[in-house]
C-alpha cells in the first residue's frame, strides 16, 4: 500500500509547475467536488458539467506557468479558470444548440432530476435574504447550505479555523432567523 501524499499550497505548486503527475492527481482528487460545483451551477446538465471539469484542469494543467501567487490563491485561480471554461462552454454555437434541440424527454428527465429544494428555497425568497447578511456569513451559507461543502473544506477554501466556520454558521442561522420572525 503506498502512502497518500499531502501537499502545502506552495509545494503543490511547485509541483504543478514542475508538471508532476501526482501533484496533478492531489490537486484534482482534493478540487474535484468544489469545482464541479461552480460548473454545474452554470451548466445544468451533468454530463456536460463533468466535460467542462476535464477541460478545465486540462486548462489549468497547460496553463499552470500563468498562475501568479501574488495576485491570489490557487484555489481562486481554479476557480477563475472552471469558471471561464463553464461560461465559453455556454457561449458555443454547439452548446447553444443543443440547448434549443433538446427532446422532450431530456427536458421531462432534466425536470425530475431538478432539486426540488432548491426551487422551495428561491420561493421563499430565502437566497435574497442570505444575500442581506454580511460577507462573511454569506460565503460560508453559501458553501455549505447551497453548495453542499462540509465544514472542513469550507474551512480550507476561505483560510479560516474549522470553528470560525462553525461560529459563522451559527450566527447566520440566527440573523436569519430573526428576518423570518
Not at 48 to 72: C, H, M, P, R, S
Not at 96 to 103: A, L, R, W
Not at 116 to 135: D, F
Amino acid at each position: 500500500m503506498t502512502a497518500i501524499k499531502t501537499y502545502t499550497e506552495d509545494d503543490l505548486i511547485s509541483a504543478l509547475k514542475k508538471h508532476d503527475n501526482d501533484a496533478f492527481e492531489y490537486l484534482y482528487t482534493n478540487y474535484k467536488a468544489a469545482l464541479f460545483t461552480i460548473i454545474h451551477q452554470i451548466i445544468a446538465d451533468k454530463e456536460i458539467a463533468q466535460d467542462v471539469l476535464q477541460e478545465a484542469f486540462i486548462t489549468a494543467w497547460k496553463n499552470i506557468d500563468k498562475y501568479d501567487v501574488t495576485k491570489g490563491r490557487l484555489f481562486t485561480w481554479l476557480f477563475n479558470v472552471t469558471r471561464n471554461c463553464a461560461i465559453n462552454t455556454t457561449r458555443s454555437k454547439a452548446f447553444k444548440s443543443e440547448q434549443k434541440n433538446d427532446s422532450f424527454d431530456n427536458y421531462v428527465s432534466y425536470v425530475d432530476e431538478k432539486d426540488n429544494l432548491s426551487q422551495n428555497i428561491n420561493q421563499i425568497g430565502l437566497r435574497k435574504q442570505v444575500h442581506l447578511l454580511r460577507e462573511e456569513y454569506k460565503n460560508v451559507l453559501e458553501l455549505s447550505y447551497f453548495n453542499g461543502f462540509t465544514h472542513e473544506e469550507i474551512a480550507k477554501i476561505l483560510t479560516i479555523p474549522v470553528g470560525t466556520v462553525k461560529t459563522r454558521l451559527r450566527n447566520a442561522l440566527i440573523e436569519l432567523r430573526k428576518q423570518f420572525v
